[in-house]
Every structure is written in structure tokens, then in C-alpha cells.
């Protein structure tokens, strides 16, 4: 019967031929058209009416009591939450979960989405499965235990106060959801009475009831708010069951330490514990507080420089004060951190010695107490902190070392060049006490070596031949050559020209090397090279020309290093200019040599009479060549003397209008 009522609900009306879930989209004439018809046929109400109301709503009943429900009068609304006002206060307060789907207050026009009304006296106006409802929706997460909980469990009517019973419409409350707080006690009855405030999840979860978490309970709110280690105790230490069987968190006793700790100094101190100690640790002694209560300058011992910061049970082990302790010595407390190094001292080693209450550092063994032992302090060596020779190893540091040679403390920084005679690695042959640097090597003790530094040798820093070597390990600057040929530091900058010269072989059997054309006086000082022995004697002027002018540099060079020596040219026209003009040139070359010579440019050593057609004879051998040959060019922007052609007749020259021509003064 309940099936085929719901059927007839799901129906749309035939007399209308309207679905059910259409009244909402009515229009107001339509509807109004409907009660109309409806009050003037009573007879014909249930064909007129959407459909009959649901059981909960059935004193609604009636075209009378539409407007119990609607609103007539411009657009069409619904008045749901006038009478359902629990939910319209839920939804004001965005509370459960009619606020999680977003309607906005006071309206009711969404509440036909989920509750359909006109669909027959039993059809249900809530619908949803319980078994699969997201209970998250609703406001509250079931976590831990409430997960697994039926509904009914909290869901209770015994869980509702007096104050939501009367605004709860539902008069069975076995039948609603609404009415229940949050809060724990709603549901479980408050073991501490109320004692520990009502937030039951300051201290414990939804996992395990009997799982504390202390973290979350702020006990700094407390009375005795916990600080130092006491943070670290397990709260049954201090909250024991009291006569119900039960933890006690109200009546503890905390105003004094000896509440809960018992004396260990049994009465040896009349003062509280406060006085010298403090939770972060019952060891850590407040030192001000002992100054404050005891003081110790009044004992045998007075506490001075470090002993005033040490612990009072380094000394009164278990806290026994009454045991008289021994004092004299500074080892009837301190191990000897030596070994014994210091034992055959006439005062047996006393740490007082070296050392002093203030600090065992630095130690009180200056430069002047050294001076008494086997190895004075001296130079660099006063500037030295201890650490260097004596090196810490804590109770393993040796203080008798050995000193007899620089290399009992120093490395060999010369990779064992010095190892051998003369030296065998004494390094006070270069070195002295006032600074490693600068050596105390100087030129005479130079000329001691199997290098002598002569001519500009002389004048170069040491660093620019004693180099850091690759070939040394470790890499270290290098003192000693297997040759000491100018190559050993130099490089050839000609390419091996005179690589033959430099093989030669000198009268002491060495090479001559750089030295065939060089001296150490000077790198351009070229004594030594006889340009007589090339394939190019050095006659006349020649002899005075700069080497550049013939052996030039390339690319606008001005120093000889990248010249190629062997391609200066031989023959006078390779470097001078003809200034004839190419008239006495042949096969486009004039040949210099013909008529000049390098003594000299002038005289020519032009022969007259057996290259030209005009012999000078007589008083003509004395006469100047500028006196005859007075024609000139102009040939590449100069002017240029030919000598061709000149005139032979004698009237050219010695006409009535010419002067006879003067012979040549000492001719």
C-alpha cells in the first residue's frame, strides 16, 4: 500500500497534468487560478489541489491554510523557516548542516530541493541513509573512537538540555538530530568534576581516553605552573589516587621543595632547596644563591677565580658538607694533566707553578721562565704561542721536546736540496731566529756557489731565478740545477737560429750558450758576435748602422726578439733606395755596387771612361760632375739628377755665353 502511494506520489497530476516537483515554478496567476477553483468547487478540491500534505504537515490541510505556507502577493515564496525556526537559527549562527549547502538567511526557498511537500500523507519529507552520510557536513568530524559509534549513541534524547528541547519543533526527540553541543560532557559524564575545566581535549583525544597528551594540557594556567625538568614528569608522579581510588589534581601540597623531595644534605642547611638549586636540574647549583646563604670565604678554603663557578658536588661527592676534604696541594683535587713530565721539579710538579685559580689559561710560564730552562726563548721564537712547538694532545702534550736542529720543529721547505754537504739541511746557514724571511743569504756567500753573480746578474731579485719547481715534491722553490746554462732560466727568443754558435764549446769544456753573442753585463751589449764570420762582413758604414735597420722587427715590432736573422738582405739595393730614378738600371734593378762601395756614398766610383762614349781627359778629369750634368726630373714626386743625356760638343759648354768651368779645388 505505502509502495503504491509513493507511486501516486511520483505521478504527475492527470487533471492537471502538472509533476509535483513543478508547484515551486507556478506562476502567481496559475496559482491563484488554482485556489480560486478551488474555493468555488468544494466538491472538486482533491482535483484541484498539487496533491494531499504529508502526515507532519496535515493540519495544514485545506485551501484556507495555503498561505500558512506560501506567500502571495508579487513572486511566489515559501515561508518554511517561519515555523521551523530551529533551523533558521542554525543557519543564522552557519551552524550544522543546513549552513554547509549555502542558503542564505531567512530564506526558504531552497528547502523544496531536499523536502518535497503535496506528495501524499506518507510520503517522507527527509530522505538520506545514515550508513553513508558525511557526518564532516554537519560540523563535527567523527574521529578515533566516535568513528565506529551508532547515530543512536549520541543522538539521544537523554543528550539534549532543556534549553534546545524548547526549540526543537519535533516534540519526539527519539526522532531528531538537532539539539546535541559539541562539547564532550554532552555525551560523557566528567570524571574530574569539573576540577580541570571543561575543555576535555586540552589533555586527552578521540583515539584512547586513557592516552594523555601532557603537551596539550597547559599547566603554566595551574597554580604551579611547571618549569624545568618537573615539565619532564609523569603527571601519576604528583597526582596519586586519593582515598576514592582516583587521581587527585585538587588539595597537593607544592608550597615547599621537601613536599615531594626528600633532604639529601639530612638537615645540613636550614634553608629551603630554592635557595641553591632550581627545577632545571637538582646537580645545577645556583652559585649566586650559595654566595647569597653560605659563605664559603668563612671556611678554611676560600672559593676564588674558577673554584667560585664549580659545582659543590665536584668537590662534596654525594653531597656530604660535614667530610673535611684536603686542600694544601692543587693535586689533592686535580689529576696531573702531564704525565709526570714536571715530577723531578724540586716543588714536585705543583700546578701552582705554571698555573693559578683565575685560569688554567694561559699558563704563567712566560719567555722569562723559559729563559731558565735548556732552550731559551730568542727572536721569533719570544712571538710564538706555546701551541706551536708544544702541540695540544690534552694529557699527552710533551713539553720536553727535542731543540738540537731546526728540523726537530720545522719541515724541510726546500724539498731536501740542503740535505747533503755543505749544508745538511742547518738552517741557520740562511735563516736566523729574528724571521724566516728575509734570508740571510747574501751575494758574497753567492760567490761561494758554482754560480758567481756577475754584470746585471747582480741587480736581480733572488725570486725572479728561484722559482716554485713542478719537478720538486713537494713543489718547493728550486736552488739547485742539473745545468746552469743561460737556458736554464732563459728561453731563446730566436728560435734556435744560433743554435750552432751556442753549442760551441768554450776553453773551460762548457757550452757557450746565450753567451756566443751576450754578456751578463747586458742583454743588448753584442761583443761577443763577430759579424765578420756571416756570410755579411760589416765594411765602412755598415759598421755604425742599429742591427733593427737591416734585421727588422715584424709586425711593428721595436725589440729583436721575433726577427728572423737570417733573411736580412745582402745586396746594397734590398735596403737603400734607388735615387737615380732607375736610369742606370738594368733589367729594373740598379746595381749600387757599381759605383759606391760601403766606405763611402761619395766619390762615385763611377768609371768614365769606360762606360761612356765621352772620356774626360785633360783638364775634364778635374771638373765636377755637377758642372755637366745639370738636368733633372721630377720622378715620384722628387727631383732627380739625370745624367743622361748630356751634351759632348764643346760649344755647349764653352760657348760665348758660358763660362769656362772651374776645376775642382785640391784637384
Not at 564532516?136 to 539534549?160: R, T, W
Not at 596519586?240 to 645540613?268: E, L
Not at 746578474?457 to 740545477?481: D, F, G, T
Amino acid at each position: 500500500m505505502r509502495r503504491k502511494r509513493q507511486e501516486t506520489a511520483d505521478r504527475t497530476v492527470p487533471e492537471l497534468g502538472l509533476h509535483i516537483g513543478s508547484l515551486a515554478r507556478l506562476s502567481l496567476q496559475a496559482f491563484l487560478l488554482l485556489c480560486a477553483l478551488a474555493l468555488c468547487h468544494q466538491t472538486a478540491s482533491a482535483q484541484i489541489s498539487p496533491g494531499p500534505l504529508s502526515r507532519a504537515h496535515q493540519s495544514l490541510n485545506g485551501p484556507t491554510n495555503c498561505a500558512s505556507c506560501h506567500k502571495f502577493g508579487g513572486q511566489a515564496a515559501l515561508k518554511c523557516l517561519d515555523c521551523h525556526t530551529e533551523i533558521a537559527g542554525r543557519l543564522s549562527a552557519l551552524r550544522g548542516l543546513h549552513a554547509t549547502y549555502n542558503i542564505p538567511a531567512g530564506s526558504s526557498q531552497e528547502c523544496a530541493r531536499c523536502h518535497s511537500e503535496h506528495n501524499g500523507e506518507d510520503f517522507p519529507l527527509v530522505k538520506w541513509d545514515p550508513r553513508t552520510f558525511n557526518h564532516k557536513e554537519a560540523g563535527y568530524i567523527l574521529e578515533g573512537k566516535h568513528a565506529g559509534l551508532e547515530c543512536s549513541k549520541c543522538h539521544n534524547p537523554s543528550h539534549i538540555s532543556a534549553q534546545e528541547r524548547q526549540a526543537i519543533k519535533e516534540k519526539n526527540l527519539s526522532r531528531t538530530y538537532l539539539g546535541l553541543s559539541t562539547a564532550c560532557a554532552t555525551c560523557h559524564e566528567d570524571q574530574h568534576k569539573g576540577r580541570l575545566g571543561a575543555k576535555c581535549e586540552s589533555c586527552h583525544n578521540f583515539v584512547d581516553w586513557k592516552q594523555i597528551s601532557v603537551a596539550q594540557f597547559d599547566h603554566s594556567k595551574t597554580r604551579y605552573p611547571l618549569t624545568g625538568l618537573h615539565a619532564l614528569v609523569q603527571c601519576a608522579k604528583c597526582h596519586t589516587n586519593g582515598a576514592d581510588g582516583k587521581p587527585q589534581y585538587v588539595g597537593i601540597p607544592f608550597n615547599q621543595c621537601s613536599d615531594c623531595h626528600k633532604d639529601p644534605h639530612r638537615g645540613s642547611f636550614p634553608q629551603g632547596c630554592q635557595t641553591c638549586h632550581s627545577t632545571s636540574g637538582w646537580k645545577k647549583v645556583s652559585l649566586q644563591g650559595v654566595n647569597e646563604h653560605f659563605d664559603h670565604s668563612k671556611t678554611k678554603f676560600p672559593l676564588l677565580g674558577k673554584h667560585v663557578s664549580v659545582d659543590c658536588a665536584q668537590c662534596h661527592a654525594s653531597g656530604d658538607f660535614k667530610k673535611p676534604l684536603p686542600f694544601q696541594k692543587c693535586m689533592d683535587c686535580h689529576k696531573d694533566a702531564h704525565n709526570g713530565q714536571f715530577a723531578k721539579r724540586t716543588d714536585g710538579g705543583e700546578c701552582a707553578s705554571c698555573h693559578n685559580v683565575q685560569g688554567w689559561k694561559p699558563s704563567l710560564f712566560t719567555v722569562k721562565e723559559h729563559a731558565a730552562t735548556a732552550y731559551p726563548l730568542q727572536g721569533g721564537h719570544t712571538r710564538l704561542e706555546c701551541a706551536k712547538c708544544h702541540v695540544p694532545k690534552g694529557k699527552d702534550t710533551l713539553f720536553k721536546v727535542k731543540f738540537e736542529r731546526c728540523t726537530d720543529c720545522h719541515s724541510d721547505r726546500h724539498s731536501n736540496q740542503f740535505a747533503t754537504a755543505p749544508y745538511f739541511n742547518a738552517c741557520d746557514r740562511c735563516h736566523n731566529l729574528e724571521s724566516y724571511k728575509p734570508s740571510t743569504f747574501t751575494l758574497a756567500k753567492h760567490k761561494e756557489t758554482h754560480f758567481v753573480l756577475t754584470g746585471g746578474h747582480v741587480a736581480v731579485p733572488c725570486a725572479e731565478c728561484h722559482k716554485e719547481s713542478e719537478e720538486l715534491r713537494p713543489k718547493s722553490v728550486i736552488y739547485h740545477w742539473k745545468n746552469l746554462n743561460c737556458a736554464s732560466c732563459h728561453t731563446d727568443p730566436h728560435k734556435g737560429q744560433f743554435k750552432e754558435r751556442m753549442l760551441q764549446v768554450r776553453s773551460d769544456g762548457s757550452t757557450a750558450g746565450c753567451e756566443a753573442c751576450h754578456s751578463t753585463r747586458s742583454w743588448t751589449e753584442l761583443s761577443a758576435f763577430d759579424h765578420s764570420k756571416t756570410k755579411f762582413g760589416l765594411l765602412g758604414a755598415h759598421r755604425a748602422t742599429a742591427c733593427k735597420d737591416c734585421h727588422k722587427p715584424p709586425n711593428l715590432e721595436t725589440r729583436l726578439m721575433n726577427v728572423d736573422f737570417k733573411a736580412a738582405p745582402t745586396v746594397c739595393e734590398d735596403c737603400h733606395e734607388d735615387i737615380h730614378g732607375k736610369q742606370f738600371a738594368t733589367a729594373d734593378v740598379t746595381r749600387c755596387a757599381e759605383c759606391h762601395n760601403s766606405a763611402r756614398w761619395k766619390p762615385s766610383l763611377f768609371d768614365h771612361e769606360k762606360r761612356t762614349t765621352f772620356p774626360l781627359r785633360g783638364a775634364h778629369q778635374n771638373v765636377r760632375c755637377a758642372q755637366c750634368h745639370k738636368l733633372t726630373k721630377v720622378v715620384a714626386t722628387k727631383t732627380v739628377l739625370f745624367y743622361k743625356p748630356t751634351p759632348k760638343d764643346c760649344a755647349a759648354c764653352h760657348g760665348p755665353t758660358n763660362p769656362v768651368p772651374r776645376a775642382k779645388s785640391g784637384s
